[in-house]
């Protein structure tokens, strides 16, 4: 069972402007989500230090958000047109997320009607709902970096309070991904199974079926950049595959994959 929520991760030294720079979004009527470790430890009951703060908003909402930022006095940086900007103040940095690195999982009103309002460093705010946090990190399989262990833990401490409809309609075209998870989910916590809902796994099941001897697709695109943006390149970049981050597939343009892709990840 997983452990009552902690939040002995705000004595991080960046917890003072952490608390202010809400509090500047807050006065300002910026809104926003908090995610990442901090949303976390509530969806999961499980505390960890963090480096940053994990800021979600809708893409409408960025622009003002960096402008309300600069104007405290903060450095705010759009980092990537298509997911990600930062706002710094000295060492101490929050991650200001509108989408996901592979074009997937942009912030939504849904992402805000289906939030909880939590106590966050002695702040209620919003916190990213657990359904969005399962669908974002479900696409996270990097060679330095897997999130599946995250949407294991959210789900065995959250499952029976989970909108799975919700969740699967999320994933959409993509419901092979959310399928792999679940099954993995079965594997690890065996005793733990009944978190998931049986017709939800009958029905990924069902559509997985008519699969198995149908004909290869003729499309030659490579999904595999939707969980990595390194490990398939290969595949893509002079190989024989189509990228499925770029429209028509996806939604990024090749200039956004580009700069993505060649981007520093440290």
């Known amino acids: 069972m997983a452990l009552a929520p902690t ?9 003072a402007y952490y608390r202010q720079a809400m509090e500047v979004l807050t006065r300002a009527q910026v809104p926003f989500l908090v995610g990442g470790a901090f949303a976390f430890v509530h969806q999961a009951g499980i505390d960890r230090s963090t480096k940053d703060l994990d800021v979600f908003v809708r893409p409408g909402d960025l622009h003002r958000l960096l402008e309300v930022c600069a104007g405290a006095g903060y450095e705010a940086e759009l980092v990537f047109s298509h997911w ?60 330095e970096r897997y999130d599946g262990a995250d949407v294991a833990h959210i789900i065995l401490a959250y499952g029976d309070r ?33 978190r998931v809902p049986p017709g939800i796994l009958q029905e990924l099941l069902g ?37 499925a981050r770029i429209r028509p597939y996806g939604s990024l343009t090749a200039e956004e994959v580009a700069r993505w892709t060649s981007a520093d990840k440290k």
Not at 9 to 15: C, F, K, Y
Not at 168 to 186: C, K, M, N, T, Y
Not at 222 to 242: A, E, I, P
Request: proline share 4%; with cysteine.
């Open 84 to 143: 990600l900007a930062k706002i710094r103040s000295g060492e101490a940095f929050i991650d200001v997320i509108f989408g996901s690195g592979n074009g997937v999982a942009v912030v939504d009103d849904q992402w805000f009607a289906h939030a909880t309002e939590q106590n966050v460093l002695g702040l209620t705010v919003l916190v990213a709902p657990a359904e969005e946090s399962i669908w974002s990190k479900a696409f996270v399989m990097e060679r």
């Open 7 to 15: 939040q002995s991760l705000v004595d991080t030294p960046s917890r």
């Open 162 to 194: 989970l909108d799975w409809r919700r969740l699967l309609e999320r994933f959409g075209a993509h419901w092979r991904v959310l399928l792999a998870h679940l099954i993995l989910f079965g594997f690890i916590y065996p005793s733990g199974r009944s």
């Open 207 to 243: 559509r997985l079926a008519p699969e198995v001897e149908a004909p290869d697709a003729d499309d030659p695109v490579c999904y595999g950049t939707l969980l990595s943006w390194s490990q398939y390149l290969g595949d893509v970049f002079g190989g024989n595959f189509r990228d």
